[in-house]
């Protein structure tokens, strides 16, 4: 069972940023694709990032210009640089690893922004 576990969530005033991880427990390059979701309140869990095993990148229009996704192959991590924070984009953030015939979810960290 592959562990993805996310750090780096907390409380941020608007206009700040913040750097969340997702450590997996085995290499970055056994996924097809990594990506960030988020959940914010009475909301969907929706999409916001991914990055392909490739290095390719594809964001949500509702965070494209802000948010960043990378990785560190050599620390088994996903990033998510997040800039210019509002507090629309409270939420709990999630990482995900996936393949075909197989996918795995974090635990989740806590991103809220207010003043």
């Known amino acids: 069972q592959v562990q993805l576990v996310e750090s780096g969530g907390g409380l941020v005033q608007p206009g700040g940023s913040l750097r969340l991880s997702c450590e997996a427990s085995?290499?970055?390059?056994?996924?097809?694709?990594m990506a960030w979701y988020r959940q914010r309140p009475a909301n969907a869990r929706e999409l916001i990032a991914t990055?392909?095993?490739?290095?390719?990148?594809d964001y949500a229009d509702s965070v494209k210009g802000r948010f960043t996704i990378s990785r560190d192959n050599a620390k088994n991590t996903l990033y998510l640089r997040m800039d210019s924070l509002t507090p629309d984009d409270t939420a709990t953030y999630y990482c995900?690893?996936?393949?075909?015939?197989?996918?795995?979810w974090g635990q989740g960290t806590q991103v809220t922004v207010s003043s």
């Open positions: 995900r690893a996936f393949s075909p015939g197989r996918a795995y």
């Open positions: 085995e290499s970055l390059f056994g996924f097809t694709t």
């Open positions: 990055m392909t095993k490739s290095a390719s990148t």
